[in-house]
């Protein structure tokens, strides 16, 4: 099994660029890391990797190494899952991806009733508003809200999510209660946005009479945090869009109120990606059978 955890090192380096960050990947050191290349390198009797002080890069050895190694893990792990007693004793890690207010609302707090369902899967969950690369990081569940772009992923619809504008009532008591999507242009309306370095020019799209139409708003705050935001708009501090679900509470207390219900926003997708080889595996399908009835039960609750 040594070779096998080799060649899934190997991978891993490839695919992470970093000796260091394919160590945290495979939960090691980077000594260990290090080691399992060069045992590998000895055994193949070629160089895969150009190593200096600044940076590694793979050799034309490993280059072609790494299109076999990976068909060799896919294989692996295909044969694993087909003898695998999915009812009885799943078994492994799990590598999953969410943005910060589906996983903090919806996916953490039932991790460990799965756990205690499945005491021999392990969950690794990592929580970014940024987006993923599913391949190269790994991850072998990954929740997306929004449309999604060309993709060779497989993707599970879970559930539409209704969204809102909303803020707090000082804020409107100091601005005023914008009645539509307009009103938040022509009064410059402060609008909480959620971006991050990369990302396009934020516009709202707004459901009107004559069908969506994109809004370009301003405001003097943005975060790649979606709780960065709520808590400015509990401040007083702007107007956010949000899934309900994630202000749920603090429209129910009068934390927030909906604002601009004229044009409502147009509810976000709630999916599940995963590689399509990755679907095979047992344990991957039960996390996300079970996430997925779960998080639609939340749902409900949360807006119902």
Not at 49 to 59: D, E, G, I, M, V
Not at 172 to 195: S, T
Not at 220 to 234: I, N, Q
Request: hydrophobic fraction near 40%.
């Amino acid at each position: 099994m040594s070779y096998v955890n080799n060649i899934r090192m190997f991978v891993r380096v490839y695919e992470l660029g970093s000796m260091s960050a394919a160590a945290r990947d495979q939960r090691t050191s980077p000594a260990v890391a290090s080691a399992r290349i060069s045992e590998l390198e000895k055994h193949l009797g070629v160089r895969l990797f150009s190593r200096t002080t600044r940076s590694l890069q793979p050799t034309e050895n490993g280059r072609i190494f790494y299109d076999g190694a990976r068909r060799v893990l896919e294989a692996i792990d295909d044969a694993e899952a087909a003898v695998m007693d999915v009812t009885q004793n799943p078994r492994g890690t799990i590598f999953v991806a969410a943005p910060l207010g589906i996983g903090r609302r919806l996916i953490a707090p039932r991790v460990p009733v799965f756990k205690d369902l499945y005491p021999q899967i392990d969950v690794r969950l990592r929580l970014s508003d940024r987006g993923v690369d599913v391949v190269a990081e790994g991850i072998d569940v990954a929740f997306h809200l929004g449309l999604l772009e060309d993709s060779t992923l497989k993707v599970r619809t879970i559930a539409d999510c209704p969204r809102l504008l909303c803020a707090s009532p000082a804020y409107v008591a100091r601005r005023g209660m914008p009645a539509d999507g307009a009103a938040l242009v022509a009064d410059r309306h402060d609008c909480l946005n959620l971006r991050y370095p990369g990302a396009k020019e934020f516009q709202w799209t707004l459901q009107t009479a004559e069908g969506p139409r994109r809004f370009e708003i301003t405001g003097p705050f943005e975060s790649d945090d979606g709780d960065v935001l709520t808590g400015w708009a509990l401040d007083g501090r702007g107007i956010v869009l949000k899934p309900v679900f994630e202000v749920a509470e603090h429209l129910r207390e009068g934390r927030l109120v909906p604002v601009a219900t004229e044009t409502p926003p147009l509810p976000i997708q709630l999916s599940a990606l995963s590689q399509h080889r990755r679907l095979k595996d047992p344990k991957v399908q039960l996390f996300t059978d079970f996430m997925a009835g779960q998080i639609r039960d939340d749902l409900r609750r949360a807006t119902g």
